[in-house]
């Protein structure tokens, strides 16, 4: 079973930049289809960025030209570069890994990301 953690959550200012790393232990990353995720308070959880069947990727309408996510293999490790953050950016950051076997997802514990003037 994979596990994940998430780190580079903090406080920034509109405009401003963040980059969240989750790094995966526990299971061969190749088995799984990583992305990420938001939840904001009282907001159910949704879909920010997300790697592909194909490898490709995919975008909320809300990233799209503002975020960008990437993938290191060797290290394991997921990021999500965020740019030109907005108040509405503010939520817990959840790396998320789905099996591509099984089609369970798994999730971090989550970053939280504050965008605040």
């Known amino acids: 079973q994979i596990q994940l953690v998430e780190s580079g959550g903090g406080l920034v200012q509109p405009g401003g930049s963040l980059r969240l790393s989750c790094e995966a232990s526990?299971?061969?990353?190749?088995?799984?289809?990583m992305g990420w995720y938001r939840q904001a308070p009282g907001k159910q959880r949704e879909l920010v960025a997300t790697?592909?069947?194909?490898?490709?990727?995919a975008y909320a309408d809300s990233a799209k030209g503002r975020f960008t996510i990437s993938k290191d293999n060797f290290k394991k490790t997921v990021y999500l570069q965020m740019n030109s953050l907005k108040p509405e950016d503010t939520a817990v950051y959840y790396c998320?890994?789905?099996?591509?076997?099984?089609?369970?997802?798994?999730w971090g514990q989550g970053t939280q990301v504050n965008v605040v003037s």
């Open positions: 790697f592909t069947n194909e490898d490709g990727v």
């Open positions: 526990g299971s061969p990353f190749s088995f799984y289809i």
């Open positions: 998320c890994a789905k099996s591509t076997y099984s089609g369970q997802n798994y």
